[in-house]
């Protein structure tokens, strides 16, 4: 089954040793390889044998690209006689495939469910307005119970984004925040750590991005430091007193 979308893990390809040694040029073939295989489920021998219909795909000549799938061969393997395919591409194809089956398999059970549970003589061309309720009520408390619902966020992402000192990379860190701050102590210690962040009156340029802060977790380092030691005071967030100038001694002859 073709898929339109697949996940796209940005740390996992950005940090990988191998995709980090590729001249640029290279990683972007093997982007352009990796979603050729999804959309094509594989890439045919011939493909990558000739290099005739990739190139013309991603707009390389031939030998260019033969050049290239040289080096980028060793991150693909022959998943059926004739065709290739990445591991881990085809570990999230499946993946998303049991995913879909799953959900098609809940449907299922609560159409079943809500049919079994109509009362006998009853009429679906002219249902009476209380009998509808009454139905529905008794299939979703007693014959229908509904799956466990995912967990709602409910913490005020916005809130953290206008409370942090330098308005970059708002979309990217929502969508962080979303995968990162999953309780109340985490969305506490990040609104602790952004506080922290406040005093310290660091210089913009040397403040991360919102979504950096977010993603790489820094708000639990940053919290930590905030955070008084037992029984001791607040620490210092950064701020020094003023020091007084200094006053000149004058040596006066008597």
Not at 130 to 136: A, I, L, R
């Amino acid at each position: 089954m073709k898929r339109p979308w697949r996940s796209h893990y940005t740390r996992d390809w950005r940090l990988d040793p191998f995709v980090r040694g590729l001249p640029l040029d290279e990683r972007m073939v093997y982007q352009e390889l990796l979603d050729i295989a999804w959309d094509e489920n594989g890439l045919r021998a011939e493909w990558v044998e000739t290099g005739e219909f990739v190139a013309k795909q991603i707009g390389l000549s031939p030998a260019r690209f033969l050049r290239i799938w040289h080096r980028l061969r060793e991150k693909f393997s022959e998943i059926r006689p004739g065709l290739w395919s990445n591991t881990r591409l085809e570990d999230e194809r499946e993946r998303a495939e049991k995913f879909s089956e799953s959900q098609s398999k809940k449907g299922k059970l609560r159409h079943s469910g809500s049919a079994a549970a109509q009362p006998n003589g009853y009429d679906s061309a002219q249902p009476s307005q209380s009998h509808t309720q009454s139905h529905t009520q008794h299939t979703t408390e007693e014959t229908d119970p509904p799956a466990p619902a995912e967990p709602e966020f409910k913490f005020d992402f916005d809130a953290l984004y206008e409370l942090y000192p330098r308005k970059r990379g708002k979309a990217q860190g929502l969508r962080a925040c979303k995968r990162q701050i999953r309780t109340q102590e985490e969305y506490d210690r990040c609104r602790e750590a952004i506080a922290a962040l406040i005093a310290e009156k660091r210089d913009p340029q040397y403040t991360p991005y919102f979504s950096t802060f977010i993603s790489q977790r820094r708000f639990e380092d940053s919290a930590e430091t905030a955070r008084p030691p037992e029984g001791g005071r607040q620490r210092n967030l950064g701020y020094t007193p003023p020091i007084p100038p200094h006053k000149e001694t004058r040596l006066v002859k008597l």
